[in-house]
């Protein structure tokens, strides 16, 4: 199985920041917030990745990782030309995904604790379709939330002001190549752009979304406290691998 992060965006909640680097390059911890997205996926057993950027800091993505060497990675670069949503990123890795097979996405300025191996393999039996990680988490008014009914999600509403649950929607998906005609299938929302949320309510209504929930912490590492936060998180475990390490 292969695996996609989607690493573009124009990163405005940390601007100023992202005025000089994309957020994806910005420290998180001991490492570029990027590393992590692909330490996952390569912890996963998912080592042939694809990274779809922007044109910012392009050079500083190569000069970082190059072909992936360092992690047991082969790593393939895309570039999202403009900001036209997350759907609209995915679609850019259309010829990098055989015809048939299913793949892992993972939105780049996501952090969490839980490995994705037990998920990933679970969709792998799975017949077809997608699925979506979720957490619990306090404010689900931010969030994509889902309503569910009979055990499996019905819809996903976006920052709904009386979220039904308070689980939200995480930048972790997976899905088969059937998603590439869904995106090509959507409209785009009132802000003009291709919303992952209308793709993952096209499987909800086909009865083909399946989810596993986060137990671990989980970050959007999208604004300046909650970067902070997640170099604090980050930080604490590598010191906590080291001092085992050392045992």
Not at 7 to 13: D, H, I, K, L
Not at 69 to 89: C, W
Not at 198 to 204: G, K, L, P, R
């Amino acid at each position: 199985m292969k695996g996609i992060i989607l690493a573009g965006g124009q990163g405005t909640r940390l601007f100023p920041l992202t005025k000089l680097i994309n957020k994806h390059l910005l420290p998180v911890g001991r490492y570029p917030m990027i590393h992590y997205a692909i330490a996952k996926l390569c912890e996963a057993d998912i080592r042939d990745i694809m990274i779809v950027i922007g044109k910012q800091s392009a050079g500083v993505y190569m000069d970082y990782l190059g072909s992936g060497h360092d992690f047991g990675a082969e790593l393939t670069f895309r570039i999202q030309e403009e900001a036209g949503g997350i759907a609209e990123a995915l679609l850019l890795a259309e010829s990098f995904i055989p015809s048939g097979d299913k793949f892992v996405t993972l939105l780049g300025d996501n952090l969490f604790e839980d490995s994705l191996a037990g998920p990933i393999a679970a969709f792998g039996q799975q017949r077809g379709g997608a699925k979506v990680m979720l957490k619990t988490v306090e404010d689900a008014r931010r969030y994509g939330v889902p309503t569910f009914e009979r055990g499996q999600i019905a819809a996903i509403q976006e920052k709904p002001k009386q979220p039904p649950t308070n689980y939200c929607v995480t930048g972790i998906y997976m899905y088969d190549s059937s998603v590439f005609g869904v995106i090509r299938g959507i409209q785009p929302s009132a802000r003009g752009e291709l919303e992952i949320t209308d793709v993952n309510n096209v499987y909800a209504s086909r009865g083909t979304l399946t989810f596993d929930v986060l137990g671990g912490w989980w970050i959007d590492a999208g604004t300046f406290e909650s970067l902070a936060e997640a170099s604090r998180l980050t930080t604490k475990k590598t010191r906590r691998t080291e001092e085992c390490t050392e045992r």
